[in-house]
């Protein structure tokens, strides 16, 4: 499914912006099939449509080649929605870029246009499981408008196009009375206007709810053969959107429109059958939608005169076409080449006859004309395409709702005095001890005050700033008896030294800010610390958190400037944080960061959000505030000192609840609306349990775990275990949730899956990321320590190149000879590294005759052969084998590495990296408890055409229910074994190279075969174990015929009976850099 977004940043006035065209298939309908079988006309790929306009298969080669006879090619839309696409999909693809731009003040229109009965009215309304764009739309509206921190205000008019009148369809008897249309010429733009139309505001989604649900009772429906709901007139929502941003004073506002357009289906009457009323209907449908496509042939082709007054339809949607407006367009379409089946025909014919008391037989509909239809409905959008507007961002000058009466000053309260005001009033350089210390990084400045045994407190400056931006701290740490450190890094205030790189990737460079702040409190002996930072300072809070936690305490990030680098996750911080923020700042974002406080174990965060209004000012010390500064100093200290914060009045998440009961003694439990702060004993507490907000991910996984079904027990090699999530991956429950995703009708999946956590292989750097999201109960033993030991030590087994005999008959296969070829072989251990230079690396051969030697490798090309792979992206795919990729952030995606979590968890309780063979026998049985979750098998036991397979390019689509040659199992095994491969200790190198013999390990090899680096006849995984750094071959595809054994041959038997590894990135993978605990080699 391609999905096509445009920027949804501000227009300057007069941008020209072309009509948006989005194309969206249903699913077929039961009506068009025909002894269990429908033949399909639409075909998507290379972001094109192909639509046969002849009832006959076609092939296709490439997108280069001319279309065939009967078919045509419509290149150029904007986002494509197959059959399997939700009403998600579709408002993020053809929605969202025009709501958005409401927000900004560009007008917006979203139309649904297409022949009857191909699911406008469902794009467009929808149904209460499943909202269409008019619904999606309005939450986006009310939603977005909260997270900017903006005031807005919504009104709502419905009306409909009926007959050629147009009837409001928010009043009682409406339709009786016709409005008018009136053109109103702006200053660079025609607007049309309809005098009489009543307006409602809508302050939810309830109202929006409510007035969609009342105006379509109103709206006019009739059965026709083709549609047994068929809208009968066309329908347009308008939403008025005024928003304020910023403070409470009055101040310029934006002022758009967005409408919502369904518009009534095009039919053939031969087709519908359609006659009386219904004929009169049809014909004024057709009638308006010609002189739709008139105009719009007219604004395509450039045409000084459009012909908007050929019709009420064009003039009402003259500014969506040709003015002030972002417009897109969904054309629905049908996927099935004819109609309807003949007995279904016979019997909605008959039945209209019944209905209609006609005796006379109704005509017989010409049935190819069905992808005729869709031709024509894609004629019109290519035409839609060409169409370029102006748009213009509409400011106006508009008091806020609430100061349209005449405001009352506000009573001023005068804050307590703060205890320490007195030392506020000291100069602080009276107070503060400045000090140049020596450390291994060059002369630091620092600015102490407060005991010297007192509890520390390091503060770290922004960027560009010093020490001295502090000073408002200063005075409540030092009558609180704490021991503030203030640094000035290299460059900055008093320090000398070349200025440090504030980027986060930076922050734990040699030399960088962690060590520098490590070295101060060292030179200072202090050994932990509470560290408050702004800005950049506020980065290197959080990396010093996470990378030195033996150095810190608590921490408080104001403003934070961070982005987590690699090997930083936030989802593991040890230690509680106190986010800080002014939302007023416009060089802070915090709807932009909001997802990394999120990120952060809701145990340990804590988010505290001020408010200027007015006074705030760019450059302004936020700390020397005479209202915000004392509030900050006050929450600072209540943290460090572990202080629950005082209740504030406002809004809660939860109710209070207390049992209770009825007057006749029945105990119920009492939610109350209403709390009184100060009438409770504990109110600090009541009030920060009543505001948490649960998070929606730890409750999506508990969901998603207790989906009923049955327990399951499994029996293993002698490992028994039992399921911890509730009959997931037994027989049932799970199975059916993926084929409801699969197949399209995935209402009851689709929030689910999507609210579940993201597990790409960046995201899992640490098991315990797992145990915090209930998936697994605990982590690994000596995990810790597994991470740093070295993956190349004295008699490790390694791959390296040499000349060697390369064909399997011979008794001295793959060993080292003088008179063989430039092959990869595995009969090589690791012995150390040369003296003279340290790039070049010995190794101990095996040489034909079974003699063993040391042999010179260059260190890089070992590294390349043996180091662990990191999979090739584009964007957020990963790109595997066979054209496969993986969208870490799909739901289906979410949902099957959840399941392989689940399962694996009871296996991890019995891993210990710290026992003898440092778990080796637990990780081999994770490798098939994966294996076991991916529901995909090999072309071996023939096609399963009811699996997905070369059509398909979806990994986690054929994890669920997928075939596939060896490149297509193993590019799915990767993708669902990387994101693991780390907690669980495995290195993964996706293999490519030759094999000979059959599938079967037993089975001799074919004595004429010589092995070369291509052509490459199979892919495969190969795993190395840590810390034992014993290597396996993964092979699903021989795995499907011979069992499980396969998933774990040892490299020592796979690369000398049945597989060669020719050592080539043959999907676009890299080896991973080197890192520091890697190499333990001696120098020899």
């Given at each position: 499914?391609?999905?096509?977004?445009?920027?949804?940043?501000?227009?300057?006035?007069?941008?020209?912006?072309?009509?948006?065209v989005c194309v969206r298939v249903r699913p077929v309908l039961e009506r068009e099939v025909e002894n269990g079988c429908y033949h399909g006309c639409i075909a998507m790929a290379h972001e094109r449509v192909y639509i046969s306009t002849e009832d006959k298969p076609v092939l296709i080669g490439s997108k280069d080649d001319p279309p065939p006879e009967g078919v045509k090619v419509y290149p150029g839309f904007d986002g494509l929605l197959d059959q399997d696409s939700s009403q998600e999909d579709c408002f993020q693809v053809a929605g969202r870029e025009t709501v958005d731009g409401v927000l900004w003040g560009l007008n917006g229109a979203l139309m649904a246009y297409g022949q009857t009965s191909t699911g406008k009215t469902h794009t467009m309304v929808g149904d209460k499981s499943r909202p269409g764009l008019c619904l999606k739309a309005a939450a986006h509206l009310f939603s977005e408008a909260g997270l900017l921190g903006s005031q807005i205000e919504v009104t709502a008019s419905f009306l409909q196009l009926y007959l050629n009148h147009i009837t409001d369809l928010l009043v009682k008897d409406g339709h009786e009375k016709?409005?008018?249309?009136?053109?109103?010429?702006?200053?660079?733009?025609?607007?049309?206007?309809?005098?009489?139309?009543?307006?409602?505001?809508?302050?939810?989604?309830?109202?929006?709810?409510?007035?969609?649900?009342?105006?379509?009772?109103?709206?006019?429906?009739?059965?026709?053969?083709?549609?047994?709901?068929?809208?009968?007139?066309?329908?347009?929502?308008?939403?008025?959107?005024?928003?304020?941003?910023?403070?409470?004073?009055?101040?310029?506002?934006?002022?758009?429109?967005?409408?919502?357009?369904?518009?009534?289906?095009?039919?053939?009457?031969?087709?519908?059958?359609?006659?009386?009323?219904?004929?009169?209907?049809?014909?004024?449908?057709?009638?308006?939608?010609?002189?739709?496509?008139?105009?719009?042939?007219?604004?395509?082709?450039?045409?000084?005169?459009?012909?908007?007054?050929?019709?009420?339809?064009?003039?009402?949607?003259?500014?969506?076409?040709?003015?002030?407006?972002?417009?897109?367009?969904?054309?629905?379409?049908?996927?099935?080449?004819?109609?309807?089946?003949?007995?279904?025909?016979?019997?909605?014919?008959?039945?209209?006859?019944?209905?209609?008391?006609?005796?006379?037989?109704?005509?017989?509909?010409?049935?190819?004309?069905?992808?005729?239809?869709?031709?024509?409905?894609?004629?019109?959008?290519?035409?839609?395409?060409?169409?370029?507007?102006?748009?213009?961002?509409?400011?106006?000058?508009?008091?806020?709702?609430?100061?349209?009466?005449?405001?009352?000053?506000?009573?001023?309260?005068?804050?307590?005095?703060?205890?320490?005001?007195?030392?506020?009033?000291?100069?602080?350089?009276?107070?503060?001890?400045?000090?140049?210390?020596?450390?291994?990084?060059?002369?630091?400045?620092?600015?102490?005050?407060?005991?010297?045994?007192?509890?520390?407190?390091?503060?770290?400056?922004?960027?560009?700033?010093?020490?001295?931006?502090?000073?408002?701290?200063?005075?409540?740490?030092?009558?609180?008896?704490?021991?503030?450190?203030?640094?000035?890094?290299?460059?900055?205030?008093?320090?000398?030294?070349?200025?440090?790189?504030?980027?986060?990737?930076?922050?734990?460079?040699?030399?960088?800010?962690?060590?520098?702040?490590?070295?101060?409190?060292?030179?200072?002996?202090?050994?932990?610390?509470?560290?408050?930072?702004?800005?950049?300072?506020?980065?290197?809070?959080?990396?010093?958190?996470?990378?030195?936690?033996?150095?810190?305490?608590?921490?408080?990030?104001?403003?934070?400037?961070?982005?987590?680098?690699?090997?930083?996750?936030?989802?593991?911080?040890?230690?509680?944080?106190?986010?800080?923020?002014?939302?007023?700042?416009?060089?802070?974002?915090?709807?932009?960061?909001?997802?990394?406080?999120?990120?952060?174990?809701?145990?340990?965060?804590?988010?505290?959000?001020?408010?200027?209004?007015?006074?705030?000012?760019?450059?302004?010390?936020?700390?020397?505030?005479?209202?915000?500064?004392?509030?900050?100093?006050?929450?600072?200290?209540?943290?460090?000192?572990?202080?629950?914060?005082?209740?504030?009045?406002?809004?809660?998440?939860?109710?209070?609840?207390?049992?209770?009961?009825?007057?006749?003694?029945?105990?119920?439990?009492?939610?109350?609306?209403?709390?009184?702060?100060?009438?409770?004993?504990?109110?600090?507490?009541?009030?920060?349990?009543?505001?948490?907000?649960?998070?929606?991910?730890?409750?999506?996984?508990?969901?998603?775990?207790?989906?009923?079904?049955?327990?399951?027990?499994?029996?293993?090699?002698?490992?028994?275990?039992?399921?911890?999530?509730?009959?997931?991956?037994?027989?049932?429950?799970?199975?059916?949730?993926?084929?409801?995703?699969?197949?399209?009708?995935?209402?009851?999946?689709?929030?689910?899956?999507?609210?579940?956590?993201?597990?790409?292989?960046?995201?899992?750097?640490?098991?315990?990321?797992?145990?915090?999201?209930?998936?697994?109960?605990?982590?690994?033993?000596?995990?810790?320590?597994?991470?740093?030991?070295?993956?190349?030590?004295?008699?490790?087994?390694?791959?390296?190149?040499?000349?060697?005999?390369?064909?399997?008959?011979?008794?001295?296969?793959?060993?080292?000879?003088?008179?063989?070829?430039?092959?990869?072989?595995?009969?090589?251990?690791?012995?150390?590294?040369?003296?003279?230079?340290?790039?070049?690396?010995?190794?101990?051969?095996?040489?034909?005759?079974?003699?063993?030697?040391?042999?010179?490798?260059?260190?890089?090309?070992?590294?390349?052969?043996?180091?662990?792979?990191?999979?090739?992206?584009?964007?957020?795919?990963?790109?595997?084998?066979?054209?496969?990729?993986?969208?870490?952030?799909?739901?289906?995606?979410?949902?099957?590495?959840?399941?392989?979590?689940?399962?694996?968890?009871?296996?991890?309780?019995?891993?210990?990296?710290?026992?003898?063979?440092?778990?080796?026998?637990?990780?081999?049985?994770?490798?098939?408890?994966?294996?076991?979750?991916?529901?995909?098998?090999?072309?071996?036991?023939?096609?399963?055409?009811?699996?997905?397979?070369?059509?398909?390019?979806?990994?986690?689509?054929?994890?669920?229910?997928?075939?596939?040659?060896?490149?297509?199992?193993?590019?799915?095994?990767?993708?669902?074994?990387?994101?693991?491969?780390?907690?669980?200790?495995?290195?993964?190198?996706?293999?490519?190279?030759?094999?000979?013999?059959?599938?079967?390990?037993?089975?001799?090899?074919?004595?004429?075969?010589?092995?070369?680096?291509?052509?490459?006849?199979?892919?495969?995984?190969?795993?190395?174990?840590?810390?034992?750094?014993?290597?396996?071959?993964?092979?699903?595809?021989?795995?499907?015929?011979?069992?499980?054994?396969?998933?774990?041959?040892?490299?020592?038997?796979?690369?000398?009976?049945?597989?060669?590894?020719?050592?080539?990135?043959?999907?676009?993978?890299?080896?991973?850099?080197?890192?520091?605990?890697?190499?333990?080699?001696?120098?020899?």
């Amino acid at each position: 499914m391609s999905r096509v977004r445009a920027s949804s940043a501000p227009a300057p006035k007069g941008l020209k912006r072309p009509v948006k065209v989005c194309v969206r298939v249903r699913p077929v309908l039961e009506r068009e099939v025909e002894n269990g079988c429908y033949h399909g006309c639409i075909a998507m790929a290379h972001e094109r449509v192909y639509i046969s306009t002849e009832d006959k298969p076609v092939l296709i080669g490439s997108k280069d080649d001319p279309p065939p006879e009967g078919v045509k090619v419509y290149p150029g839309f904007d986002g494509l929605l197959d059959q399997d696409s939700s009403q998600e999909d579709c408002f993020q693809v053809a929605g969202r870029e025009t709501v958005d731009g409401v927000l900004w003040g560009l007008n917006g229109a979203l139309m649904a246009y297409g022949q009857t009965s191909t699911g406008k009215t469902h794009t467009m309304v929808g149904d209460k499981s499943r909202p269409g764009l008019c619904l999606k739309a309005a939450a986006h509206l009310f939603s977005e408008a909260g997270l900017l921190g903006s005031q807005i205000e919504v009104t709502a008019s419905f009306l409909q196009l009926y007959l050629n009148h147009i009837t409001d369809l928010l009043v009682k008897d409406g339709h009786e009375k016709k409005l008018k249309l009136r053109e109103v010429v702006e200053e660079d733009f025609v607007d049309t206007r309809v005098e009489g139309l009543s307006s409602r505001p809508v302050k939810s989604m309830d109202d929006v709810e409510a007035l969609l649900e009342e105006g379509n009772r109103r709206r006019q429906q009739a059965c026709t053969a083709l549609n047994a709901s068929s809208s009968r007139s066309h329908a347009v929502l308008i939403l008025n959107v005024t928003l304020w941003q910023g403070g409470t004073e009055e101040e310029n506002a934006t002022d758009a429109k967005l409408y919502l357009v369904d518009l009534a289906g095009s039919e053939r009457v031969k087709d519908s059958c359609a006659t009386g009323d219904r004929l009169t209907e049809a014909v004024h449908i057709n009638k308006s939608l010609f002189a739709l496509q008139g105009v719009v042939a007219a604004l395509a082709d450039g045409n000084p005169f459009v012909p908007y007054r050929n019709d009420p339809l064009t003039q009402l949607l003259r500014p969506a076409l040709g003015g002030n407006c972002c417009t897109t367009l969904v054309a629905t379409v049908s996927p099935a080449q004819k109609p309807l089946g003949e007995r279904v025909r016979v019997v909605l014919a008959g039945e209209l006859q019944r209905r209609q008391g006609l005796a006379a037989p109704l005509p017989k509909p010409k049935r190819k004309r069905h992808s005729r239809e869709s031709e024509g409905t894609l004629n019109f959008a290519s035409s839609c395409r060409r169409i370029k507007g102006e748009v213009f961002v509409n400011s106006v000058r508009k008091p806020r709702p609430w100061e349209e009466k005449p405001k009352e000053e506000p009573t001023k309260t005068e804050e307590p005095e703060c205890p320490w005001a007195s030392l506020a009033a000291l100069d602080a350089a009276s107070v503060m001890e400045s000090q140049m210390l020596d450390t291994a990084h060059g002369q630091i400045h620092v600015l102490t005050c407060g005991p010297a045994d007192g509890e520390a407190v390091l503060l770290l400056h922004g960027c560009p700033s010093d020490a001295w931006t502090w000073k408002w701290l200063f005075p409540p740490l030092l009558y609180s008896k704490y021991r503030a450190i203030a640094i000035d890094m290299p460059g900055f205030g008093s320090s000398p030294g070349t200025r440090l790189g504030s980027r986060s990737e930076l922050n734990n460079a040699k030399g960088g800010p962690l060590d520098i702040c490590c070295a101060v409190l060292d030179a200072l002996g202090v050994q932990k610390a509470n560290v408050v930072g702004y800005d950049w300072g506020a980065g290197i809070a959080l990396s010093m958190a996470l990378l030195r936690k033996t150095r810190v305490n608590k921490i408080v990030p104001f403003h934070p400037s961070y982005s987590p680098p690699k090997g930083e996750n936030l989802g593991v911080m040890p230690v509680p944080v106190l986010v800080l923020w002014v939302k007023e700042d416009q060089f802070h974002n915090l709807t932009k960061w909001r997802k990394h406080f999120q990120a952060l174990p809701s145990s340990k965060r804590e988010l505290e959000v001020y408010s200027l209004g007015s006074r705030w000012k760019p450059g302004m010390s936020l700390g020397s505030d005479p209202q915000l500064g004392p509030q900050l100093q006050r929450r600072i200290l209540a943290f460090l000192a572990g202080e629950v914060a005082a209740p504030v009045a406002g809004a809660l998440e939860k109710r209070l609840e207390a049992k209770a009961a009825t007057a006749a003694g029945q105990l119920v439990v009492h939610a109350q609306n209403v709390v009184v702060a100060d009438a409770l004993a504990d109110a600090g507490d009541v009030a920060k349990q009543l505001r948490e907000v649960a998070d929606p991910t730890l409750a999506a996984v508990q969901q998603f775990k207790e989906f009923p079904g049955e327990y399951a027990w499994m029996n293993m090699d002698g490992w028994l275990w039992r399921s911890v999530a509730v009959g997931l991956w037994s027989a049932g429950r799970l199975a059916a949730l993926y084929a409801q995703r699969l197949t399209g009708s995935s209402a009851s999946s689709a929030a689910l899956f999507g609210a579940l956590p993201e597990m790409s292989p960046e995201a899992l750097s640490d098991p315990n990321i797992l145990v915090n999201l209930g998936l697994w109960s605990q982590a690994p033993e000596g995990w810790e320590r597994m991470r740093h030991t070295p993956r190349y030590c004295v008699g490790r087994k390694v791959l390296v190149r040499q000349k060697v005999i390369f064909k399997p008959s011979d008794s001295d296969f793959m060993c080292v000879s003088s008179s063989g070829a430039d092959r990869t072989t595995s009969k090589a251990e690791l012995k150390g590294k040369s003296k003279e230079n340290a790039d070049t690396w010995l190794v101990e051969v095996t040489e034909a005759g079974g003699s063993r030697r040391m042999a010179e490798v260059p260190k890089a090309e070992v590294l390349r052969l043996n180091q662990r792979h990191d999979l090739a992206k584009n964007g957020k795919h990963v790109l595997l084998e066979d054209g496969l990729k993986c969208d870490y952030s799909s739901p289906l995606c979410r949902a099957k590495l959840c399941e392989i979590a689940l399962a694996l968890s009871p296996v991890v309780k019995n891993l210990d990296f710290n026992t003898a063979d440092g778990g080796e026998a637990v990780q081999l049985k994770a490798l098939e408890v994966i294996r076991k979750c991916l529901d995909i098998i090999t072309f071996q036991k023939g096609l399963d055409r009811g699996r997905s397979c070369a059509t398909c390019d979806d990994v986690a689509k054929m994890a669920c229910h997928g075939q596939g040659h060896c490149h297509t199992v193993s590019s799915t095994m990767a993708a669902f074994l990387f994101p693991f491969a780390q907690v669980l200790g495995l290195d993964v190198k996706y293999r490519g190279g030759y094999s000979w013999g059959g599938v079967n390990m037993g089975e001799p090899a074919d004595e004429t075969v010589e092995v070369a680096d291509s052509p490459e006849r199979h892919q495969w995984l190969e795993v190395t174990l840590r810390p034992s750094l014993q290597s396996y071959v993964c092979d699903l595809w021989v795995a499907d015929a011979v069992g499980n054994d396969a998933l774990k041959w040892p490299i020592s038997e796979a690369y000398q009976n049945r597989l060669y590894p020719n050592g080539s990135f043959n999907i676009g993978q890299q080896s991973c850099p080197e890192e520091a605990t890697d190499l333990d080699l001696p120098e020899l």
